[in-house]
């Protein structure tokens, strides 16, 4: 299982950002994906999830609105799609694969998103 | 949501010892809980799901317990490469939410 992610980068408040997350070495049409973000603050903090028909997404409070999960079967890859980012989105962000019981059994290498003028 | 208390903060333990940490969730999780290992500079790995399954080739010298809303990860026997940062993460209902924290370190 490899899964790696791209696009972060430093980005203005109120701007937009979009990750992707190249996924192989598993069938990534039957799992759930997921983002995760993490700061030496404030810890680990799921982002989104999205099922393995994508017809289904989740969101905490913090991003619901702001954020959407999309996948592309075609080139199995993950995406987060970060409208009007605050200061307080900063953080690396690691796409992860859903294990039986939501849990995240696998998680790429990361990328850093930082959120500053 | 439910709040995930981890404990303690931080620790420290010699070569062989035994440590424990613990989760407290903010109400019950059915045992819907996972602990991650999280080495310097990597992402975390998925160490035991469902309180108590260890994830395939995590050493056997790990363990997970608990139930209703207090669950605990234990080391038996600590081994340098068991200095980490571990993490709790219940998954028991959305939002899914984390513990604190608890960096582990070598006397």
């Known amino acids: 299982v490899q899964l790696v992610e791209s696009g972060g980068g430093l980005v203005q408040p109120g701007r937009s950002l979009k990750l992707s997350c190249a996924a192989s070495?598993?069938?990534?049409?039957?799992?759930?994906m997921a983002w995760v973000r993490q700061t030496p603050k404030k810890g680990l903090e799921w982002v989104a999830t999205i099922s393995s028909r994508g017809t289904t997404t989740y969101y905490p409070d913090s991003v619901r609105g702001r954020f959407t999960i999309s996948r592309d079967y075609a080139k199995s890859s993950l995406y987060l799609q970060m409208n009007s980012l605050k200061s307080e989105d900063t953080a690396t962000y690691y796409c992860?694969?859903?294990?039986?019981?939501?849990?995240?059994?696998?998680w790429g290498q990361g990328v850093m998103v930082t959120v500053s003028s | 949501d439910i709040q995930m208390t981890q404990s303690p903060a931080s620790l420290s333990a010699s070569l062989g010892e035994t440590v424990s940490i613990e989760c407290l969730a903010s109400?019950?999780?059915?045992?819907?809980l996972a602990w991650y290992q999280q080495k310097s500079g990597k992402s975390p790995h998925l160490l035991i799901h469902t309180t108590s399954r260890l994830q395939d080739g995590v050493p056997s010298r790990f363990s997970g317990s608990g139930s209703g809303t207090r669950y605990s990860l234990k080391i038996s026997g600590m081994q340098p490469e068991d200095e980490a940062d571990y993490f709790c993460q219940q998954s028991h209902k959305y939002p899914l939410t984390f513990g604190s924290g608890t960096k582990l370190e070598i006397k």
């Open positions: 109400e019950g999780i059915s045992n819907d």
């Open positions: 070495g598993f069938t990534f049409t039957d799992s759930y």
């Open positions: 992860a694969r859903h294990g039986l019981r939501i849990n995240f059994d696998y």
